[in-house]
């Protein structure tokens, strides 16, 4: 058990380093002075990477065959669920790139901003479930699953895959917090007039992946074999 921890922890590290749209929202957010917002941030989105990582350990389970056969029965499920994931996108990404004020505003003012504002834990869950709405991203991850079991890394039992999955979003949170802990120690370097610039660009990160996800979706549906169509 203490073997398929480990190699979580790791596989979650290396998997959270390539930037995306949670990682340029925690960095707008930490640079901005939000490092306790930015923290809770990560932290949600790597309570979700537990569940998903989860779900791809136990993926020949009967659970992932239910939620699967759902999927395949009720298409228009799957179609609803993307369609939600691309307004969830297009929102944040609207909302990050209007900043309202966040470089040279007085700090109680800064904290009666943040307090109004959505919790930061709900937007990393938020974040977390759009990865849902790619048709790759569970296949990866059961993918790299399955590497591990054939090379015996992890086991197949269920503690095996508990401990993996709870490696998994631990190594994905530590990433983000020296990642953030980097930027803090750093952010009285950075020009003010930056800040909101790297607000834009995670709100137009946001509305990139909507984008793309709208693309794949028009363009991956069978239409025509759709019921009621």
């Known amino acids: 058990m203490v073997t398929a921890l480990l190699v979580g922890l790791v596989v979650g590290f290396v998997l959270a380093i390539p ?7 925690c960095i707008s957010q930490a640079l901005a002075g939000q490092a306790r917002e930015s923290v809770a941030l990560a932290l949600s989105a790597s309570a979700m ?3 998903y990582a989860l779900l791809a350990a136990f993926a020949s389970s009967a659970l992932v065959g ?3 056969g759902l999927v395949t029965d009720n298409a228009w499920s799957l179609l609803a669920f993307q369609g939600g994931c691309i307004v969830v996108l297009v929102v944040l990404g609207l909302r990050y790139c209007r900043p309202t004020g966040v470089a040279g505003r007085p700090r109680q003012e800064e904290r009666d901003r943040t307090r109004d504002d959505a919790s930061p834990y709900l937007r990393g869950v938020l974040i977390a479930l759009t990865n849902l709405a790619s048709p ?5 991850l059961i993918f790299a699953m399955s590497l591990l079991h054939a090379r015996g890394w992890v086991g197949h039992d269920v503690g ?5 999955a709870l490696g998994f979003g631990a190594g994905a949170a530590l990433w983000f917090v020296l990642l953030l802990r980097t930027l803090t120690l750093l952010r009285s370097k950075v020009s003010p007039t930056v800040i909101p610039m790297l607000y834009r660009i995670a709100g137009g990160v946001f509305l990139l992946f909507a984008l793309v996800l709208a693309y794949n979706m028009v363009t991956t549906t069978a239409w025509s074999r759709r019921p009621g169509w």
Request: no cysteine; proline share 13%.
């Open 160 to 164: 095996d895959n508990v401990m993996y």
């Open 136 to 140: 790759t991203f569970l296949p990866s």
């Open 49 to 51: 990477d537990i569940g």
């Open 19 to 25: 930037p995306g749209p949670l990682a340029i929202a």
């Open 66 to 68: 239910a939620l699967r």
